[in-house]
């Protein structure tokens, strides 16, 4: 199993570039399954979740070209089997977000049902909903864990859908599906992430009729076709929090180029609310914690534009080196607090009651043997590893190589002391 290794590294300098954000590619991809035309996807992120949606699509019958890189050629010009693949859905729950395109342009899909995670049983009940609102049949077939959903003889037709909860995924999915479907949807309470609003942007491209995406209530209006198009990702705004919390808890100075300011307002807020210096520049934001008397603040994570829940680890490790108490609420998981167990092994002293977590700061943290429990808790222990005594070891680090692009490589090159190693 491969492992990564950080020693104490000291202030961490210099500059990193954003990859393409990975929780924008994947409906990315999956919204070309709704043309016959070649989709072009540029800024695409070298991740294993990237590959696990091409692997996706190819089993529906989609040519892809990935020979240049960080470019996707993707081309459904028939579709030759409707049924998700177990072991991919099992793999990376995100292959749900084709059900709503194989709904719109085949007319049936069958999904493994994708389980839940370590952070919650994620459920996908309020797509289904959106899919039944649609005209489609939805069969959930508990005996073989699978769902199967089908489109009326004449096609779907658009409805109004109220979401319960702002999820990303089902207003993604019901948004991709319909884009074919015969007149208006409107989907209320839309969740209002800037993934929603770059899908909205290429479904756009391809020639549907979306409006108002990024606001609460979106309208779609049904159209005949859509025709392939070119698109690049936008940056990926998690990853960008994350080396912001690089600079801040090694109090070292890094600038974060090629992010958009406009999508981490909560994070820049409550870096400047810790004391840390925070400047958005042309060539993009300048973290710098040097030589500063840093304080403690709270945080509770929030759909979009709240504070986000997948900076929630990263954030809380960084609160363990910070003079002070914080208070660290999740709203948005129900089981969000698997790292909070690794941090203390390292000497962070948290304590949690259901999904609150008391930090207590100003700890000095130790190295110690951790495990990766979800893609950020990965990411939140290897900030931790930077500033702790001695040396940190982490397993389970497949959960970060599915996120974050050359992750390791990066850290090297902000002066990071740290490796990945591979052993049986
Ligand atoms: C997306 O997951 C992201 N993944 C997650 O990032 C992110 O944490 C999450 O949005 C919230 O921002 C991708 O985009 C690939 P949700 P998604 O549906 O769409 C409940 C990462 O680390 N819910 O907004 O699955 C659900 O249980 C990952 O990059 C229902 O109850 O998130 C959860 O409590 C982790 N019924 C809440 O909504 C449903 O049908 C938010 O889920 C769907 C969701």
């Keep these: 199993m491969a492992k990564i290794l950080v ?19 994947l409906p990315l991809l999956a919204a070309t399954i709704l043309t016959d035309q070649t989709c072009t996807i540029e800024g695409v992120p070298d991740l294993v979740d990237v590959n696990v949606m091409k692997e996706m699509l190819t089993n529906y019958g989609s040519d892809i070209d990935d020979r240049e890189k960080g470019v996707i050629r993707a081309a459904m010009k028939e579709v030759r089997c409707c049924e998700g693949k177990a072991e991919l859905v099992q793999e990376m729950r995100a292959s749900v977000f084709t059900m709503g395109p194989m709904l719109a342009r085949h007319g049936k899909v069958i999904m493994p049902m994708p389980g839940g995670c370590t952070i919650g049983k994620r459920p996908i009940d309020l797509h289904l909903k959106g899919f039944r609102a649609l005209g489609a049949d939805v069969v959930e077939d508990g ?25 990303v995924g089902a207003t993604e999915n019901i948004m991709m599906a319909a884009t074919l479907a015969k007149g208006t949807t409107i989907i209320e309470n839309a969740a209002k992430e800037p993934e929603i609003i770059d899908l909205a942007n290429l479904l756009n491209k391809m020639g549907a009729r979306i409006k108002y995406a990024g606001t609460d209530m979106i309208r779609i209006e049904g159209v005949e076709k859509l025709s ?91 609160l363990t080196t910070v003079k002070g108490q914080s208070i660290v609420r999740e709203t948005v998981f129900e089981n969000r607090f698997m790292h909070v167990v690794e941090l203390n092994r390292m000497g962070a002293d948290i304590s949690t009651e259901n999904r609150e977590a008391i930090v ?23 900030l931790a590893g930077l500033v ?31 490796m990945k190693i591979e052993q049986d």
């Excluded at 020693?7 to 590619?25: F, M, Q, R, T």
């Design 143 to 167: 005996e073989n864990e699978r769902v199967i959903v089908t489109a009326p003889e004449e096609g779907l037709t658009g409805d109004a859908i109220y979401l319960d909860f702002p999820s």
């Design 7 to 25: 020693n104490s590294s000291g202030p961490l300098h210099g500059e990193v570039e954003i990859s393409g954000a990975k929780n924008s590619v």
């Design 388 to 418: 702790a005594k001695g040396t940190t070891e982490i397993s389970e680090i497949y959960h970060i190589e599915r996120g974050y692009e050359n992750f390791v490589g990066k850290f090297k090159g902000l002066g990071a002391d740290i």
């Design 360 to 382: 207590p700061g100003g700890k000095k943290l130790k190295g110690a043997k951790v495990r990766a429990t979800d893609l950020r808790a990965g990411a939140a222990m290897v």
């Design 228 to 318: 392939g198009c070119i698109h690049n990702v936008i940056p990926d705004r998690i990853e960008t929090g994350t080396f912001m919390l690089a600079a801040a808890i090694t109090r070292g100075d890094i600038l974060v180029k090629n992010a958009l300011p406009g999508h981490v307002r909560p994070i820049i807020a409550k870096l400047k609310e810790c004391n840390v210096d925070v400047e958005v520049l042309p060539e993009g934001i300048y973290v710098d914690a040097r030589n500063r008397e840093l304080v403690a603040t709270d945080i509770k994570t929030l759909p979009y534009p709240g504070f986000p829940t997948d900076i929630q680890s990263p954030f809380m490790a960084f």
